[in-house]
């Protein structure tokens, strides 16, 4: 089993920036994939990126040239760097870990950009 715990949400003008983690723990397999997902009210949760195991990124393009996902192995942690923030950015964001066709999902983590 593998638990997924974020934090780092909150408030924060347009412009602005805010960082999430997301620490995972308990039975993981080395290669893994770890990413941020998120879903604002009536709409369906997607992708904001990905990191694989050796680091490898995969970013929507909403978010590209914003957002910068990077990930701490010896810390099972991932992070994603969100900066210039737009209200359309407004969601809750969700860790996902990935592993031996697995996923496992966190529990959210609120963001709100004003305008």
């Known amino acids: 089993q593998v638990q997924l715990v974020e934090s780092g949400g909150g408030l924060v003008q347009a412009g602005g920036s805010l960082r999430l983690s997301c620490v995972a723990s308990g039975s993981i397999f080395r290669n893994n994939v770890m990413g941020w997902y998120r879903q604002a009210p009536g709409k369906q949760r997607e992708l904001v990126a990905e990191i694989t195991s050796s680091s490898r990124t995969n970013y929507a393009d909403s978010v590209k040239g914003r957002f910068t996902i990077s990930r701490d192995n010896a810390k099972n942690t991932v992070y994603v760097q969100m900066n210039s923030l737009k209200p359309e950015d407004t969601a809750v964001y969700y860790c996902?870990?990935?592993?031996?066709?697995?996923?496992?999902w966190g529990q959210g983590t609120q963001v709100t950009v004003s305008s």
């Open positions: 996902r870990l990935t592993s031996l066709n697995r996923s496992y």
